[in-house]
């Protein structure tokens, strides 16, 4: 029987992030499980790569404060480039309730030390982004350091590092048991040989809940599907553009390669593991596009190249991070709700100061993300989700 000092289940960029960060503290035995033949099959590969500090919780806020200046020197650190661009993320309001909203957020963002966020006029927007239908717009907000990753080469760059420092993948594997003995030593059984461990890491994704019944936790993470449309090469809006968001109607799409990539969360999208795209939803995605930006009435798009991937939701839109009470030893890192990319460095260096010293200081207070939470009702409430 294998045996290890950590046990990751998922080998996506939360527990590549995990990974990294415990063998960069010095736990030399960490043993990531993957059932995939390659990493990034899951929401990983599927992702936009949007990074951001914009958010209206404290804790997001945090995480996001030491996500993005590491992802900016992603690699000097870790040795292998993460391909980010601090293009920004700009918000149009078009009513007084979003102005107010991003308002109170700029407060909140500027009390924990976001200096590079600003609230913008209608004018400044107009002279930013002239290209867009504006009529409606009142304000909105900018931040300059929030942008874009790849997140295929941040996984691979983080779990290349994790290798080279003691870190053993197995790809291909598959989880089927885990038990836990009187003495709290959890035996994980898979499709490979079973693996003796104190710690347990879920780092399932979108599958996080099927990993968590096996220790009788009942996660409250759901797979809700969402699709990108990426369009062909068009220069009728410019690239340097930021991430465009659109708070009438959830719209959002920014530059990608020589043309753009288009996001909606459709209201109507229903949770499962729906990994399939819905040609229709073309239709109502351009009505949208054409909508803010007139010119992407010509915008070409190829729907062989439009794809779907999971979100892992839970009920507050805020990751489950750290121990679960009732099984010690066994400590989740779950439900991004759409987050994962961005928080994935700052889950990382989290998990690894929960596992190894019991607290952390990325953020004020991590025990708001506990599990806990949903079964005392202290529900978070994060209404900056795209």
Same mark, same amino acid.
């Given at each position: 029987m294998q045996t290890a000092e950590v046990v990751i289940i998922g080998g996506g960029i939360v527990g590549s992030s995990i990974a990294w960060h415990l063998t960069h503290a010095g736990c030399k035995s960490v043993l990531v499980i993957e059932r995939e033949s390659s990493q990034g099959k899951g929401s990983t590969g599927k992702s936009m790569g949007g990074v951001r500090a914009q958010f209206s919780t404290p804790v997001n806020i945090q995480m996001s404060l030491y996500s993005i200046p590491f992802y900016a020197r992603f690699e000097e650190v870790v040795g292998h480039p993460a391909d980010y661009r601090p293009q920004g993320y700009l918000f149009l309001a078009t009513k007084d309730s979003h102005l107010a909203y991003l308002r109170d957020n700029f407060e909140r963002q500027k009390k924990l030390g976001l200096t590079t966020a600003r609230l913008l006029s209608a004018d400044e927007i107009r002279a930013m982004l002239p290209q867009l239908r504006s009529d409606d717009v009142l304000g909105g907000s900018f931040c300059s350091t929030d942008g874009f990753v790849d997140p295929y080469s941040v996984m691979n760059g983080f779990m290349a590092s994790a290798l080279e420092h003691g870190a053993t993948l197995w790809k291909k594997t598959e989880v089927t048991a885990i038990a836990r003995d009187q003495q709290g030593t959890f035996r994980v059984e898979t499709t490979r040989e079973p693996v003796s461990t104190h710690t347990v890491?879920? @780092?399932?994704?979108?599958?996080?809940?099927?990993?968590?019944?096996?220790?009788?936790?009942?996660?409250?993470?759901?797979?809700?599907?969402?699709?990108?449309? &990426?369009?062909?090469?068009?220069?009728?809006?410019?690239?340097?553009? &930021?991430?465009? #968001?659109?708070?009438?109607?959830?719209?959002?799409?920014?530059?990608?390669?020589?043309?753009?990539?288009?996001?909606? %969360?459709?209201?109507?999208?229903?949770?499962?593991?729906?990994?399939?795209?819905? +040609?229709?939803?073309?239709?109502?995605?351009?009505?949208?596009? @054409?909508?803010? !930006?007139?010119?992407?009435?010509?915008? +070409?798009?190829?729907?062989?190249?439009?794809?779907?991937? /999971?979100?892992?939701?839970? +009920?507050?839109? *805020?990751? #489950?991070?750290? +121990? !679960?009470?009732?099984?010690? $030893?066994?400590?989740?890192?779950? $439900?991004?709700?759409? *987050?994962?990319?961005?928080?994935?460095?700052?889950?990382?260096? #989290?998990?690894?100061?929960?596992?190894?010293?019991?607290?952390? %200081?990325?953020?004020?207070?991590?025990?708001? /993300?506990?599990?806990?939470?949903?079964?005392?009702?202290?529900?978070? *409430?994060?209404?900056?989700v795209l």
């Open positions: 890491v879920n @780092a399932a994704g979108a599958w996080a809940a099927q990993i968590a019944k096996f220790v009788g936790i009942d996660l409250p993470v759901e797979p809700l599907r969402r699709m990108l449309v &990426p369009s062909e090469p068009f220069s009728d809006f410019p690239h340097s553009s &930021p991430m465009v #968001i659109d708070m009438s109607t959830g719209f959002h799409f920014r530059p990608e390669g020589r043309g753009f990539l288009l996001a909606w %969360n459709d209201p109507e999208e229903t949770a499962g593991y729906k990994t399939d795209f819905e +040609p229709s939803f073309i239709e109502k995605i351009l009505m949208h596009a @054409a909508d803010r !930006v007139p010119a992407f009435e010509n915008l +070409p798009i190829n729907p062989k190249r439009a794809w779907a991937g /999971l979100y892992e939701m839970t +009920p507050d839109h *805020h990751c #489950i991070l750290g +121990p !679960v009470a009732a099984v010690p $030893g066994f400590f989740l890192a779950n $439900g991004f709700s759409g *987050h994962g990319v961005m928080h994935s460095p700052s889950t990382g260096k #989290i998990l690894t100061d929960l596992i190894l010293q019991g607290k952390t %200081n990325v953020v004020d207070d991590v025990s708001v /993300l506990a599990f806990e939470r949903f079964a005392r009702g202290e529900l978070l *409430h994060e209404t900056a």
